[in-house]
């Protein structure tokens, strides 16, 4: 940590901060410059931080120099971590794509959504139970019934289940069907959530707040983390600006940043940051491209009639072009495309 | 609602959305123009809503008319409310000030806080035992612990308390000692939590999510609504933009539109929106000539040993400068100060 | 300055910069933390800068402590400047109001707005004979007959002149006529104008650019006062923001924080941050009451019939309002309201 | 258009709007809703525009419903242009490297850095003789001389050149040396400057605002193109955010809209957005494979003694790599790379 004085702070303000400092079992090491003094701090940054350092008499501000996350941060480990998907893998070796429907509304829909997942190239399947919604008059999703489709649905065609869940309450009773639990933008600092997911005992797909800084959403994945849970993917999915011709505005250097800063794996959504179905294979282009590590991406069999999303998901004449594009661009940046497990004998 | 059809759109495709909005239980009307045609719709717009029309093909876009929020719209409620605190009232008659300590610390600092903030001219205090951090390292609060001392300190000082609350399963439990539930800024879209929190039996302050339009806001209070609980405040609390200069950037010009479009009560939060002790003042004057119907302030005993956002919180120093100016501006907008309630006899 | 090493960085790195520093001829203060090493520059920064210390090898972050501007800066002057326009004052002790038509029409148009301005209680008058307008195809401004029309009803109502412009090369006409010059929010960083703006030997007014960062409009300031000119007003008119609710977001924060970094006086467009007509007076009361220096405002005899930003152009029933509001509140910060000056004698 | 009106618009509101609508020499189509009458309008719309209809009793909202620039939209010419600079063309066919030094320095300092842009597969050179710099204290780029370089280096390598131009009293110097002009992110709304490039006789590289939304943009563009240039390229490069850790938060999928709303074509400037040299190779691959139709990336041959934006630059170590990629995903969407003119002959 370094203490930047104000131009009119006082040498007693400077000692005053050394001692205190010293008796929090720290060092000082006072720079007298031209027009300000700056003081660098050696020692426990956690005990730095009761200090209210900001607060004394004299200090202009106070800068942080290490990262705040510590589990989930490279210099903890610098190796990529792969997360495992009841067997399926997301990590630095492979690009796993993860599709299916934005909302479960009836069996059939669901598998035929999950069927075009798979002919998609994707290994995963995706599909809302529980849908956080701006507006208390929008569908809500199916809640366990819905669960118990996907889990049908998985038998069925043996993509593993990724649904997301909305409240610490409904935890244990998602972790009980879903083989990953999502957690959405809306929920990014909803931390009894990650807390109550970091001990579900499954792996989290945690968004990316849409108003959401890198640093807070790794912040967001080290509560998980603390909890015993480092099955942790991350995914980027768009933040709000100005620009209103998308829904949201997908921040494609996000994914090589948060790599950089994390061990964790780093997906990206092209479906809900575009919001147009006519964006979603360019932005799968540059997910791939950019490096992700994989595409979670919405499906429809007739969107038109979706309760949720339909004008941003894929339909059947669009599924081949993904899966053509997943399968030629994941050697570009070195990797494989993760097959889809079999489905289990009848 | 009004369907704006793409230029190449063909006399079939007009055709198609004049039927499927017929047999929805509505009327449309063809507006053909030089180089498109518009549908306007007559009828029930959440109907209109499941057609998912912007996924017909030829619909170029699609927007909606009338809010999409409705028993917190001044549309149903032409007059603005007033929601009463324990006896203390929030509304367009009144300015009322919050005061209290960020966090709940010790019976102690709460006390002297408590004392500080009817010093200053509040009539409800503000303290929180559920405190929502980014770090999962930093301060949580004291949980139940924290709610008997504020259920404490109001039997002392008479001032009845407004605390936060994080997760919808502690919503009891909060709500048996407060009389007045906050949700925060990261948790305007916890909608389970919004849900609990409207059927609790007490009022809620709503405050703004820090990355939410004021629409949003709005279909968050909605949420609380519909659950049958109108008496509901929002407080502006700063968004979220480029400017580092503050730690948020307080949107004034939310208040009269918020009071415009809803009739809720809207109130202003001059600390955490600043988030610097010398911002304080200045926006709190701004918060009153704005019209806000009342503010809500940090202020602590001694902020260089607060366990939460020490750098904001006024001091004994400014009390009175606050009192000060919340009696001199209130007549401003035709309101009068809110008295603080009398203390329980011994 | 401060260099943060990365965690990586070899004893060489450190070495390396230690001596190209002393030969910049500053001085580096080396501390070795736990995981991390800073070094803490004295010295010449300028000169500093010049290194491209970041691109170095070893280093993480280079971080500035002093501020970049330095003319416009209170550590060069601490106390506040005083602007005066042909003998109007705008400053720390007088409330100035400067009002007039967005653009400058007809003569009868101007002389009116003119007249509505000295009622609602204007000491400037303010009208655009350039407009820079987001489409080609928009009122582009009379130009020099603008110019005409404005010193015409100058000398008839003897309201000093504020007037934009939008080219260096017409920099020299339009100080011709005007007694202020304005530079708009899409032109803060257009350097050219701004140097010639700095070398025109009238005031000027600096509006903020849309998306500038507070330090960016002092950096842009400092480009005027380089050139010899520190009678330099600013003026906060609204930043980008995600929220469509009103035409821009008034950063009301701005107005404290920029008049404590600077000098310079700092006035407020509730016009165009709003663009609504009924938020004009709600924000002139928030930016008095919050300390600005001034205000200036949209006044049209006939909005209506406006060729520019008629919306939000206050009309003749909301003068007597203005003029209430602005001798009323000037007080609150201890100012009084600057007289408009006497029309000169026939 | 559509006007809105509001739930309180009396039938006179109505026919007034009807008859004002009908002396602009248009007709009128009213809808009337349970809580809302819509009007629709048929006719000129510039025209409407003059009306101010959003300041009429009883309006709530006027929409726009076609584009508000004609020349440079795919409505206009539903074919993709292809630009030629000197012969180079960049267009739907073809992927085109642009690079360079970001600031000319020296003439050795340009043969060089041009030298590794041709080893990079680069078909221009980009280089900075005029550079617009936050800080007036900053180095402000050679100017002439620094034209001269370019001009002579293109000779010596046959590259044709970019460069950028700041005010409209330098476009015709400028263009006496350049073969395309470059109008940087600072001055997308310095019309002045826009007109006269439209005039230069020159293509012109337009780099997106950093704060301007695409149609803004596209309108910028509209500004060249209406006096008589078509031989436009759209640069995006980033917008502003709330998030810090990279320089500018590049909107990858402003291309595909873009190049969706226009015929003009759409590249991408890694260096600029990302602001770190390890972000330039990935966000070029995600430009590539989204379709941009080409890239403009910062090279120096000893970026830490470069006088502007050092730490973006790619070194000698990281052209193969740009040269490889370039190569090989230019024909995922099924392009070719644009090969370099060779240099005259001696």
């Known amino acids: 940590?370094?203490?930047?004085?104000?131009?009119?702070?006082?040498?007693?303000?400077?000692?005053?901060?050394?001692?205190?400092?010293?008796?929090?079992?720290?060092?000082?090491?006072?720079?007298?410059?031209?027009?300000?003094?700056?003081?660098?701090?050696?020692?426990?940054?956690?005990?730095?931080?009761?200090?209210?350092?900001?607060a004394m008499p004299g200090v202009s501000d106070v800068l942080r120099i290490s990262a705040p996350y510590k589990l989930v941060s490279r210099e903890?480990?610098?190796?990529?971590?792969?997360?495992?998907?009841?067997?399926?893998?997301?990590?630095?070796?492979?690009?796993?794509?993860?599709?299916?429907?934005?909302?479960?509304?009836?069996?059939?829909?669901?598998?035929?959504?999950?069927?075009?997942?798979?002919?998609?190239?994707?290994?995963?399947?995706?599909?809302?139970?529980?849908?956080?919604?701006?507006?208390?008059?929008?569908?809500?999703?199916?809640?366990?019934a819905g669960l118990k489709i996907l889990s049908d649905v998985r038998d069925e065609t043996g993509l593993p289940v990724v649904t997301e869940v909305v409240d610490a309450a409904d935890v244990e009773l998602v972790a009980g069907y879903a083989d990953m639990l999502q957690i959405g933008t809306r929920n990014m600092q909803n931390f009894a959530l990650l807390q109550a997911a970091g001990e579900?005992?499954?792996?989290?797909?945690?968004?990316?707040?849409?108003?959401?800084?890198?640093?807070?959403?790794?912040?967001?994945?080290?509560?998980?983390?603390?909890?015993?849970?480092?099955?942790?993917?991350?995914?980027?999915?768009?933040?709000?600006?100005?620009?209103k011709a998308t829904r949201n505005t997908l921040d494609i250097s996000a994914v090589p940043v948060a790599q950089n800063l994390s061990h964790l794996p780093v997906i990206v959504d092209p479906s809900h940051s575009g919001g147009k179905r006519d964006l979603v294979l360019p932005l799968s282009r540059a997910a791939i491209a950019v490096g992700a590590d994989g595409i979670i991406v919405d499906v429809h069999p007739t969107p038109e009639t979706a309760l949720c999303d339909g004008p941003q998901a894929l339909v059947e004449e669009d599924i081949a072009a993904l899966a053509d594009l997943a399968s030629t661009l994941s050697g570009l940046t070195g990797r494989v495309l993760t097959p889809a497990p079999q489905p289990l004998p009848a």
Not at 89 to 111: F, H, K, N, Y
């Open 76 to 144: 903890n480990q610098p190796s990529r971590s792969m997360v495992s998907v009841r067997g399926v893998p997301i990590g630095a070796d492979t690009m796993t794509v993860i599709a299916g429907p934005c909302a479960v509304e009836t069996p059939d829909q669901t598998l035929a959504a999950a069927r075009m997942a798979r002919a998609a190239g994707a290994a995963l399947l995706r599909g809302g139970a529980y849908k956080p919604r701006t507006s208390p008059y929008a569908f809500q999703g199916l809640g366990e």
């Open 200 to 243: 579900a005992g499954k792996p989290v797909l945690l968004k990316r707040g849409m108003n959401a800084t890198i640093e807070e959403w790794l912040m967001a994945a080290e509560y998980i983390a603390q909890r015993g849970n480092l099955d942790i993917v991350l995914c980027e999915r768009g933040i709000r600006t100005f620009e």
């Open 1 to 54: 940590m370094v203490i930047v004085m104000a131009p009119e702070a006082t040498p007693d303000n400077i000692d005053n901060l050394v001692d205190l400092v010293a008796t929090a079992g720290g060092e000082a090491y006072v720079t007298r410059g031209v027009s300000r003094t700056i003081i660098g701090l050696v020692g426990d940054v956690q005990q730095f931080e009761t200090l209210d350092l900001r």
